[in-house]
């Protein structure tokens, strides 16, 4: 349940037990339900973008860190940029 903080998260430091499992539980049903709306072509999609993404970095020799996390942000948006003109 990466999408949502863990229950020894600051966000529930004031929040009873009811309620902070009533929030999770809600935060649990809308991720089903958005994952439930999304259709083939949307995961497709999704997969073939992060196929030529993975394709540009091989290309520009960074392959090793598809997520970009040892970058800093300013760094991220280059690469972003440049992989979004390659593609138009």
């Given at each position: 349940m990466n999408f949502c903080p863990g229950t020894?998260?600051?966000w529930f430091r004031d929040i009873d037990l009811?309620?902070?499992?009533?929030f999770l539980?809600?935060?649990?049903?809308?991720?089903l339900a958005m994952q439930d709306a999304m259709v083939e072509g949307t995961n497709a999609k999704q997969a073939?973008?992060?196929?030529?993404?993975?394709l540009y970095l091989t290309s520009i020799g960074y392959q090793h860190d598809p997520f970009l996390e040892s970058l800093s942000r300013?760094?991220?948006h280059r690469?972003?940029?440049?992989?979004?003109h390659a593609v138009r």
């Open positions: 020894g998260s600051i009811a309620r902070r499992d009533l539980a809600d935060l649990l049903a809308a991720k073939r973008a992060w196929f030529c993404f993975n300013a760094q991220r690469i972003l940029a440049a992989f979004a």
